[in-house]
T-cell receptor, first 112, second 116 residues
Framework: EAQVTQNPRYLITVTGKKLTVTCSQN?????MSWYRQDPGLGLRQIYY???????DKGDVPEGYKVSRKEKRNFPLILESPSPNQTSLYFC???????????FGPGTRLTVT | AQTVTQSQPEMSVQEAETVTLSCTYD???????LFWYKQPPSRQMILVIR??????QNATENRFSVNFQKAAKSFSLKISDSQLGDAAMYFC?????????????FGKGTKLTVNP
């Protein structure tokens, strides 16, 4: 089954404790992206990657890191999480940079 | 700056009736893509319909259709014969690739309630 998976689905952590949210797709898509969703703000792009070893900032990259060492994986790293990073996070992938994106199930992150 | 505006934070419709959700966007590009995504209570983002800006014909997917007015930068979604399962948040999105970078912008969403 073609899909985008994210882990963990739920995470509660404390300020400053490094964490990684994994994202994997099995569709051989070149393009992958991370978004955060906050009430009243819609989805905002954090980082995206157009292919292996090619990443770029979206609209809200501060406090986040990404890497793209393999085509299928695109982890999101929070080196020192803060409460304002409490949010719902989505990973997405697509075959082309302008086609529709397929979204993962979301990760609910709470930073206390 | 590219923006996407959904002017209706909430809408409601009676089951089996038709509802239209509004979306306007701002861009200086001539080639781009527009999407409507549905987010039910499960939080999963589900693609409803897409429209390429270079196509004049409005996209249609079963009970879902769009009214794409390129000059007016308007991209509304019409849901016909509304069903209880259509209740969800609906997001309009604009996507363009320019100058080696990619831009994807979502509206803030419209919450659709379907009344039995």
């Amino acid at each position: 089954e073609a899909q985008v998976t994210q882990n963990p689905r739920y995470l509660i952590t404390v300020t400053g404790k490094k964490l990684t949210v994994t994202c994997s797709q099995n569709m051989n898509h070149e393009y992958m992206s991370w978004y955060r969703q906050d009430p009243g703000l819609g989805l905002r792009q954090i980082y995206y990657s157009m292919n292996v070893e090619v990443t770029d900032k979206g609209d809200v990259p501060e406090g986040y890191k990404v890497s793209r060492k393999e085509k299928r994986n695109f982890p999101l790293i929070l080196e020192s999480p803060s409460p304002n990073q409490t949010s719902l996070y989505f990973c997405a992938s697509s075959l082309q940079t302008v086609g529709e994106q397929y979204f993962g199930p979301g990760t609910r992150l709470t930073v206390t | 700056a590219q923006t996407v505006t959904q002017s209706q934070p909430e809408m409601s419709v009676q089951e089996a009736e038709t509802v239209t959700l509004s979306c306007t966007y701002d861009t200086s590009e001539s080639d781009y893509y527009l999407f409507w995504y549905k987010q039910p209570p499960s939080r999963q983002m589900i693609l409803v319909i897409r429209q390429e800006a270079y196509k004049q014909q409005n996209a249609t997917e079963n009970r879902f259709s769009v009214n794409f007015q390129k000059a007016a930068k308007s991209f509304s979604l019409k849901i016909s014969d509304s069903q209880l399962g259509d209740a969800a948040m609906y997001f309009c999105a604009y996507r363009v690739f320019q100058g080696g970078s990619e831009k994807l912008v979502f509206g803030k969403g419209t919450k659709l309630t379907v009344n039995p």
